[in-house]
């Protein structure tokens, strides 16, 4: 018997592999010839592979070109030479969605979906471009099938987290975020959006849980750290300050931060601190119109009329029902001895408001001041009641309601409401200046009433 060895060289350019194969022989003919089969049904499948392998590298070739249209012709001659071939049909869709031809790309991928093998990498696909074009029934459907595989990818826990979150499913998303994060805890999204839909849910302290864990994969992660911040501001505006800071520290020129900061000021009634933050927003370029409005309000707090105006104008063109605008927009445009302005905004701002508003008083007594000092005396009386009866524990009302009868000569008027304030003053709780000039000028209209009206009688 002989014996020999034959060593077998392949050569493949594509892959620049060596195929080494050695047959070591001392086989009958018959044995020899089986193994010459074996070893040509290798070179075959390794042929293939390789060939497979340079019709991918073509299409990947074409995309890094971004040759649209040859793309596809490429795809569909390697799909009619084999349609089960799954990469053909991807880099189609992908070429086809370039080109805006979504349902074109779709049913590409429909047809793979038929034709190949890997039917859960197509289904995800699929998904995906349902998703991507916002056909979110569609894509629920097949989001669904692929969460009941074992370890679902991420993109797939987070489509149909966003599927839940757009339809208000905030139970649904959260229990769908939890089984996500024990699969994988690396992922900032789970926990960012427990914090949202939490907060959705007005489960504070959950929300700021979440977010801070989310923080702690990604410090420097500002939206989420502004999204902790403005939960903070409901709960704990100082903690709103600290995280506001510690941003600040880094980017002092963040409008985002420097806009919560302003309202954790106002939540902790330090209005000039927060108009600094909202002067300091607006010197940076900001336009919105929470900035514009609260700074308009603070500017006119502070008696800085003609900031107020312009800044207030701006916000009522916005909106023309934000009754705090309106109101305060009166003010300025009053203090700035635009009276006819101010009456026509405060008349205004009652009509948006509830009957029942603690401003309510407060306009009715602001167009009586304006209506007395145009010597409409009547005018300023009727909304002098209305604002007393609005707020019957301002006993102020009382002496200004009973000047304006006075001022009308309604002399038994005058003195009833004169009475009330004195009878309304306590002077073992000692009295201030204002009260004790209340009190002695009341006193002698009381007593030059009374004369008057025995003496009409």
Not at 274 to 300: C, H, P, V
Request: charge should be neutral; proline fraction near 1%; charged fraction near 25%.
């Amino acid at each position: 018997m002989i014996y020999y060895v034959k060593k077998c060289y392949l050569y493949f350019d594509s892959t620049t592999k060596i195929v080494d194969l050695i047959l070591l022989t001392h086989f009958p003919i018959t044995q020899f010839i089986i193994m010459k089969k074996i070893l040509n049904l290798i070179i075959l499948v390794t042929f293939v592979q390789v060939t497979s392998f340079a019709q991918t590298t073509e299409l990947i070739t074409l995309w890094q070109k971004k040759d649209w249209t040859t793309l596809i012709t490429a795809s569909n001659q390697q799909i009619e030479a084999n349609n089960s071939n799954y990469q053909a049909y991807y880099w189609k869709q992908y070429a086809l969605l370039e080109q805006g031809k979504y349902t074109e790309a779709t049913e590409v991928l429909k047809t793979a979906f038929e034709c190949c093998e890997n039917k859960l990498e197509i289904r995800s696909e699929l998904a995906n471009l349902y998703f991507q074009q916002g056909m979110y029934l569609q894509a629920k459907t097949e989001l669904d099938i692929l969460l009941k595989e074992q370890r679902p990818d991420f993109r797939t826990f987070e489509q149909r987290v966003q599927i839940h979150e757009f339809s208000k499913e905030r139970i649904a998303a959260i229990n769908l975020l939890h089984r996500a994060k024990n699969n994988d805890a690396s992922h900032a999204f789970y926990w960012i959006h427990l914090g949202d839909n939490y907060s959705q849910l007005g489960e504070l302290d959950e929300a700021i849980k979440y977010y801070e864990s989310a923080l702690a994969i990604n410090p420097l992660d500002y939206q989420t750290s502004s999204k902790l911040a403005r939960v903070y501001l409901n709960v704990d505006p100082d903690a709103a300050l600290d995280i506001c800071e510690g941003v600040l520290e880094k980017d002092s020129t963040n409008i985002r931060f420097i806009q919560i900061a302003a309202s954790a000021y106002i939540k902790l009634d330090k209005e000039k601190e927060a108009l600094e933050n909202y002067k300091m927003a607006l010197s940076l370029g900001d336009s919105t119109l929470n900035t514009i409005r609260n700074a308009g309000i603070l500017f006119q707090k502070s008696q800085k009329n003609d900031l107020a105006l312009k800044l207030l104008n701006k916000s009522y063109q916005v909106d023309s029902t934000d009754v705090k605008v309106v109101f305060y927009l009166a003010m300025a445009e009053t203090q700035l001895l635009n009276a006819d302005k101010g009456l026509a905004l405060f008349d205004q701002s009652l009509n948006l408001l509830k009957p029942d508003s603690s401003v309510f008083s407060i306009i009715h007594k602001e167009k009586a001041v304006i209506y007395n000092e145009k010597g409409n005396h009547k005018q300023a009386l009727e909304n002098y009641l209305i604002a007393h009866q609005f707020n019957p524990k301002k006993k102020f009302y009382l002496y200004l309601i009973a000047e304006q009868y006075d001022a009308l000569n309604k002399k038994k008027e005058a003195l009833k409401y004169y009475q009330q304030v004195i009878d309304g003053i306590d002077e073992k709780k000692g009295l201030d200046l204002l009260t004790a000039s209340i009190r002695d000028f009341s006193t002698s209209r009381i007593s030059k009433l009374k004369e008057d009206i025995f003496m009409e009688q």
